[in-house]
């Protein structure tokens, strides 16, 4: 069973707790606070009053560093005030000084083990640094001393139901229940937890009775549904029926009522019922991007093909000309192994609906599947046809043609796309990517130039370029500048900063290309070709023995050039020996 229920009931919880905040004895600053302290003349009184104020006015303009030193101050006045040691901590901890937060707050605690508002501030602290095993121990200890503390329990309960540790959690529930007798929620988590540990008649009775407390509880519908469909949906059938539709008299846009509603009425042998609500729900579509989106998430992300079929379909008859739904059916079809249906509902699909050029590719894809490359070539010149003016499908054909290097149809297809299309630098920069693959190294630095030339930002170009260069080993300056402009746009990139490392190979500096190309290995840790080029640098260095657990590492996850990877193994083993 999904936990979402008991997470979001008490997320907003956590997140009061854990939250700096601004001390409890605010309530006894003065209505108007006065100014930061002048320097040169005091104008105000010293005292632990005084610089306590200035301390909040810091803190509520964002000068936290301002703000300690006046707390700091202060507690030089009044060094045995508690509020103002736990301001500090809260302080500290806003500033993301965690280690002094956590070593004052510790201090506090050994000082007076027995101070609620200690404690909670360090299960606070604790549980904000990942420190769960001390965050609980905390929390449990609060409890301990004052039972009444109800945010604890769902927060505690929470910590536990995370780590799995369901039969804890259950406990934390019971004694919420026991300590808060009229408290909706309280019933509600351990109906939950009941169903989570199999207690099924338990979790029956508190999740009725917290909806008899709570009538607008529909999270309690749910889980009720949800633990009698475990129970067998036929001997539960009605009552299913009557909890989905009091979720719906309540709340007539729910769409996972309706939608699952109309799923079960389905399931139970009620198709007429079933196209009714789903049919009704397919009329709100264009009025409700969700009504898709939660049939996305709720059954096509699971995998619950058929579910998504079933839903999919009886929407479609409220919606019958939406190519959304169709994409989606594609995807379920797909999912479900039908390459032939998903085909069909992928070329339904209007030219002017957002999904087009993301189902043209999906129905090549399929087509390549079946490795029926005649027929995806076939599809995409009629779909060129209908539609020159768009830059993608000749970069899908193209691509065809390229993979099954017949390179001049490929670039046949590209310079069609030249004559037809506005926006150039994509099929530009592919027929470089063409010439470079067909060994036509000229003829591609010269399309990497002119995709410069339009967009002197493009990083990928500015990337290839420069490293076309230092794979040839000439305009290594020209290679340089050009990489380094590419990282100004893309810093993170892996590929980028490889090439970057081999520019400076190819020039000589072998122990900056070596930094740089460990950078580029940690970024991508499995591309071959980078770590062949950690390999070459490891080399250059004198240590084989890395060069040679690179070039192992590389060979594992090269495709092509494993040739020359076994070579250079060899040569290191024979040095070796």
Known sequence: MPLNSIKALTALLVVVLILPVISACSAHRPATPPEQPQRKENVFPENSFYYFTASQISRKSGDIDRAIEYLKKAMEFDPSSMMLKRELVQLYWQNKDDRAAVALIEELVKEQPLDVENLILLARIKHSTKKLDEAKSAYEKILSLDPRQKNIYLILGGLYTDEGNT????????????????????????GQMNALTGRTSEAEKNLLKALDMEPGLDEARYE?????????????????????????????????????????????????????????????????????????????????????LVVLTYLQKGAPKNSEIDYLLGMTYHGMGDRNMAIRHLKNIHP?????????????????EDEKIDQATAY???????QPGNPEFYL??????????????AEAVLRQGLSNVTEKN?????????????GKKEDSIEMMRTVIRLDPKDANALNYLGY?????GKNLDEAERLVQEALKHKPEDGYIIDSLGWVYYKKGNYEKALEILEKAVSLVPDDPTILEHLGDAYIKLNDKKKALDIYKKSLLN?????????KKIREICEEGN
């Open 558 to 566: 090269a495709q092509n050039g494993k040739e020359g990877l076994r």
């Open 167 to 190: 039969e804890f959690a259950l406990q934390i529930y019971e004694k919420l229940v026991r300590q808060f007798p009229d408290f909706f929620a309280g019933y509600y988590l351990l």
């Open 224 to 308: 009720l549904v949800d633990l009698y469909k475990r129970q067998g949906k036929k001997k539960y059938q009605n009552k299913i029926f009557r909890l989905y539709e009091q979720i719906l008299t309540d709340n007539p846009g729910d769409i996972r009522a309706a939608a699952e509603l109309g799923l079960f009425y389905h399931e139970a042998g009620y198709p007429g019922d079933a196209e009714r609500k789903l049919k009704d729900l397919g009329r709100k579509i264009p009025d409700d991007q969700q009504i898709l989106s939660f049939v996305i998430q709720r059954y096509i992300d699971r995998r619950e093909f058929e579910s998504a």
């Open 468 to 472: 076309t260069y230092a794979d040839l």
């Open 380 to 386: 995409l010149k009629d779909v060129i046809k209908a």
């Open 352 to 368: 002017l609906s957002r999904f087009y050029n993301n189902a043209v590719g999906y129905v090549v894809y399929l087509y390549q």
């Open 426 to 438: 994509k099929l530009y920069f592919r027929l470089g990517i063409v010439y470079d693959k067909w």
């Open 396 to 409: 899908y054909l193209a691509g065809l043609y390229e993979e099954a290097e017949v390179f001049e149809d």
